[in-house]
């Protein structure tokens, strides 16, 4: 199914250029101070750690060419994990539909690194791409926001390693999950980015190994099932800061419960996290854990409510896109991810609803610890969007049915079943991260289909979250949210009643572009302000006027747009630069605290 299989051969000229605009070179801080020797050094799984770790991000070799054969010349350097066409990769460069692009570099072992098997990890490669290592091909992977990874045991030196990666990616011309890249951006559609844009990374472990976690916390202490690679004895240590709590002995494979006398509970303003080590034969990893529980229970007046612990809590939310202008879906270090979010948190706010994208591992373990809540989008994809099906819920009643797939550009037999296999991937992936509260299958019609049936599948893999089946718009009436996006009229509590939890899960979306701090010279916002002031009062009247009448009424979660301004899209509470705080901290604070649950 993937262009590669019809590759015109090694002679093949190098591909036409197809260069960035020039409007994308706008630093963050953080770009600004980039090591590019040493990019994102930082271990990329925290919540399976290991000592042996080999990071090979930083300056590789690449290529554009109209073959998937391995270049005889490379165009020069690039700096992974950031996308060619980022600005941080120094390279600004489109990778067009039918083109590859190669990777190349080579690496060393440390001394005492290898054990049994080596096995090399790459956060996320956008979209397939083959893996060849000292001539001998070790793997492909296609879907582009995925970690995976391959045992090269077999082809690794000691020395002298010799990497090599090619790339393809459709981008929006293909059917396979994107989210919000476009080759033609504009509006609320994101410049498309291809490649390699999370960690690449090495470990050794022993033949029989741990492979994975699955964590089930509750109000008195954990559920753990330790997966190995054979069958094999396991135990458990759970720590409360220096001290050992409480360990657990058992088989691989089967379910180990840990109680913890008196819990110290994990929630935003109290991010408590207790630390786990699992052992496995010779194999050993940390982890952690918090615990808590998510629910939804009605109130006095039988009206739907989240529940945190046990207690009413609302998720004052903010939509979260992950695109930076310099590093576009990658960050340029940890400390970019943790301002986002501690800023946020600042704020008032206490969820982050990560908009059709996944990050990767370290920026959830940074909510986890910070004490952020998180709706996690599935990443849409799908034939283009019928902009007349999507758009018209925005402005009218009228509502279409999801297993029309025409109507949602879903025919493509293979596509559907390769993203139920990512979505399923996606709740394995982030599972057992405290903050992730809410699962979000669809958003918008972007490539909805069967919206009930997935809520019930993503249900089935994980019963202790709610799911909001289809965010805004082309409502199933499936899932545990009446989920809806309101722009362009005042938002009112519906007059119908609905038994499920009712979400402004997208709202607001003011703008104010402040050109010096901007990417692109056009505006995109729901409602436009000339200054800081104006913004200000704005957010202030919105909440005061629409938003909190609403909560006694019904209304227990709120997504504003947006954490940043996003190229065109200039409605952020931050610049896109991350340099300007559009409204001060303390006056959005002042307002979001007042979002509750009485």
Not at 6 to 34: F, N
Not at 144 to 166: A, E, I, M, R, Y
Not at 325 to 339: H, Q, R, V, Y
Request: aromatic residues 8%.
């Amino acid at each position: 199914r993937h262009p590669a299989h019809r590759d015109p051969g090694a002679g093949a000229a190098p591909s036409r250029a197809v260069m960035m605009p020039q409007q994308q070179a706008l630093l963050t801080p953080w770009g600004e101070q980039l090591d590019r020797e040493r990019p994102l050094p930082e271990y990329p799984r925290p919540q399976l750690q290991r000592a042996s770790y080999l990071n090979l991000n930083g300056v590789w070799q690449h290529a554009f060419r109209i073959s998937a054969r391995r270049p005889e010349q490379w165009d020069g350097p690039i700096v992974v994990p950031f996308s060619p066409e980022a600005v941080l990769s120094g390279v600004g460069r489109q990778l067009q539909p039918g083109e590859y692009l190669h990777y190349q570099r080579t690496f060393d072992l440390p001394t005492g690194f290898r054990a049994d098997r080596v096995l090399l990890h790459f956060g996320a490669v956008d979209q397939w791409c083959r893996i060849t290592l000292n001539g001998s091909v070790v793997g492909e992977h296609d879907g582009g926001f995925l970690p995976f990874s391959v045992d090269v045991t077999d082809s690794c030196s000691d020395t002298d390693n010799d990497l090599h990666v090619v790339v393809q990616d459709p981008s929006d011309t293909g059917p396979g999950a994107r989210g919000k890249q476009k080759l033609q951006p504009g509006g609320i559609w994101y410049t498309a980015q291809s490649g390699i844009w999370q960690t690449v990374w090495l470990e050794s472990v022993p033949e029989l190994h741990i492979t994975g976690l699955t964590l089930e916390p509750d109000l008195t202490g954990v559920t753990i099932t330790v997966r190995t690679t054979h069958t094999t004895p396991v135990t458990i240590g759970m720590r409360d800061g220096d001290g050992t709590l409480a360990t657990a002995t058992g088989t691989s494979g089967q379910p180990l419960r840990i109680d913890v006398p008196e819990p110290h509970l994990w929630a935003p303003d109290d991010p408590h996290l207790y630390d786990l080590t699992v052992r496995a034969g010779a194999d050993e990893v940390a982890s952690y854990v918090g615990l808590r529980t998510f629910g939804i229970a009605p109130d006095a007046g039988g009206r739907a409510r989240l529940l945190l612990n046990g207690q009413p809590y609302f998720h004052a939310g903010v939509l979260d896109q992950g695109y930076w202008s310099d590093g576009l879906l990658t960050a340029a270090s940890d400390e970019a991810l943790i301002f986002d979010i501690q800023t946020m948190k600042d704020m008032g706010f206490t969820m982050l609803r990560k908009h059709i994208k996944v990050e990767p591992l370290r920026w959830y373990h940074h909510c986890d610890r910070i004490g952020m809540l998180v709706w996690q989008d599935m990443v849409n994809g799908g034939g283009p969007y019928r902009r007349r099906v999507v758009e018209l819920p925005a402005v009218s009643p009228v509502r279409f049915d999801d297993r029309h797939r025409r109507l949602f550009s879903r025919e493509d037999d293979h596509a559907r079943a390769q993203w139920l296999s990512e979505t399923r991937e996606t709740v394995e992936l982030l599972r057992n991260s405290p903050c992730v509260a809410a699962w979000v299958p669809f958003n918008e019609g972007w490539g909805q289909f069967d919206a009930n049936e997935v809520a019930e599948t993503v249900r089935l893999l994980d019963p202790s979250r709610p799911v909001d089946h289809a965010s805004g718009w082309h409502d199933q009436g499936g899932g545990d949210f009446h989920s809806l996006h309101v722009y362009f009229r005042p938002f009112r509590v519906p007059r119908k009643p609905d038994p499920r939890v009712l979400a402004l899960s997208e709202y607001g979306g003011y703008s104010l572009h402040l050109s010096e701090h901007s990417a692109s010279p056009t505006e995109f916002g729901y409602r436009r302000y000339s200054s800081v002031a104006d913004l200000a009062a704005a957010f202030r009247r919105l909440h005061a006027d629409q938003i909190i009448p609403a909560i006694p009424k019904g209304l227990s979660a709120t997504v504003y747009t947006q954490v940043s301004d996003v190229e065109d899209e200039t409605n952020g509470l931050l610049t896109f630069d991350r340099r300007v705080v559009k409204i001060p901290v303390d006056e959005v604070r002042q307002v979001i605290q007042r979002l509750r649950v009485d």
